[in-house]
């Protein structure tokens, strides 16, 4: 299919330096000064990461994105491994993001959403149950004894997220799901469980924010994010 190209007009305070330096570039690479001025623009505005940059273009400022669609995907993605290992373990910076913008959202399970529903009893519960198992064994594991209580008061706490999903998922605030895996951040943020769990809770929620301050923000996130990757 070809792409649909689209006439712009732009209005720039030096067009005699513009024309010069751009047009030098398009003789050299035998190219339009449309095209080398688009190629430069989006390079110089979106991640140098290629994933990055896919998610930017597709999931966040395509037609119908948001910072939702954006967020599932680079959870989603950063579990897909072949062990237990996330990908990256530099994502808390997006799951704070995460939680705030969930603020502003509105919860599937609260209007009654049926696959939303099915979703936190079965799958979200799931990882959730795998998460605090984990923070058990780091309990029973302890040799100081305020450390295995704080681990044992943290399971209560996480007990008390998993019955609501199990049993009353009307209840459940995914803001809580997102505070209790930024609160153990270095005992969870390396499992691929966590951002399966993370996954669940974007998709828990509905009419993520698509205003260009929540985007550009996100987009900043994805920048410094993947820049550690290098």
Known sequence: MLKKSEKMTLTVDNPTLLRSIVGDFAARENRSLSAVIERTTLNALLPSDPYMRAVAQYQLFSEGGNVGFALATLFENNSASIDSNAQHTNFQPLVLFAREQSTFCS????????????????????????????????????????????????????????????????????????????????????????????????????????????????????????????
Request: with cysteine; net charge negative; glycine share 6%.
């Open 107 to 230: 919860s599937r399970l609260l209007a009654g959403d049926k696959d939303a529903a099915k979703l936190a009893a079965s799958h979200t519960a799931s990882q959730l149950e795998s998460l605090i198992d984990h923070l058990r064994g780091l309990g029973e594991k302890a040799e100081d004894e305020m450390k295995a209580a704080y681990y044992l008061r943290e399971v209560k706490i996480g007990e008390c997220y998993l019955k609501e999903l199990k049993s009353e998922p009307v209840f459940f605030k995914t803001i809580n799901g997102y505070t209790f895996v930024l609160d153990h951040w270095c005992d969870l943020g390396w499992s691929r469980v966590t951002y399966r769990f993370l996954n669940d809770l974007v998709l828990l929620d509905g009419h993520w924010r698509s205003d260009p301050e929540a985007r550009l923000e996100l987009l900043d996130l994805m920048k410094s994010v993947s820049a550690e990757w290098r």
